[in-house]
């Protein structure tokens, strides 16, 4: 491993913020733990995982790639990053406050007959077709390193944000099997989705400085 661990934590913590907050990969664990229990749940975080370190390994190294024939497209790509940022921020931040007006976010329909093999199918696709996805990993290469990044560095940073997707669905589909779980969470959702609209706009804030010293 050639670089410190402060790299891989914003990383995965960026992740843990997107994976907690509702959006389509939360709701699909959701109704398949709602409808056909956990196990069901379980083959959907296990998808996740699967899915995330796809993408983690696929742009990690495309992006390196780029980068090392393409002077200035790291600054370029942390420009981007900065935009996206700002975008989930807002999103985030608008949910919540519509969220906080309605009190509640609205239930998915529940999946039945849904097995653990089922649920990991049905959660790699929406992986694959979640253009969240290919945003967030943008995103993550602005501020992530990896130019600089070894083959080892690629492997624990596509592992741990597996185990975080993983571990966060996985009690997803521990704990929304019961509807006054679910309850709970939705009400709350308005407060996790202002938190990572927070979080989102001072990862954006710390990379426009970076960006702006940079260039003085």
Request: proline share 4%.
């Amino acid at each position: 491993m050639t670089l410190p661990w402060a790299e891989f934590l914003a990383v995965w913590a960026f992740l843990a913020a997107n994976i907690a907050s509702p959006g389509p990969n939360v709701l699909n664990t959701i109704a398949l733990a709602m409808g056909s229990g956990r196990m069901a749940g379980l083959g959907s975080a296990t998808g996740v995982a699967l899915g995330i370190g796809v993408w983690c390994l696929g742009m990690t190294y495309g992006v390196a790639t780029a980068i090392s024939h393409l002077p200035g497209a790291q600054a370029a790509l942390t420009v981007v990053a900065v935009g996206l940022l700002v975008w989930f921020s807002v999103r985030y931040l608008r949910a919540a406050h519509a969220g906080f007006h309605a009190r509640t976010t609205g239930a998915p329909p529940a999946r039945e007959g849904v097995d653990f093999l089922g649920g990991f199918r049905r959660s790699l696709a929406v992986n694959a077709l979640n253009p969240k996805a290919l945003t967030s990993w943008l995103a993550v290469l602005g501020f992530f390193p990896a130019a600089r990044a070894s083959g080892a560095d690629i492997a624990i940073l596509c592992a741990g944000a597996s185990a975080v997707a993983f571990g966060l669905h996985a009690a997803y589909s521990q704990i929304f099997s019961t509807a006054v779980a679910l309850r709970l969470y939705l009400r709350a959702g308005w407060v996790l989705q202002g938190t990572a609209g927070i979080f989102f706009a001072g990862f954006a804030l710390k990379l426009a400085v970076g960006v702006l010293r940079g260039a003085l």
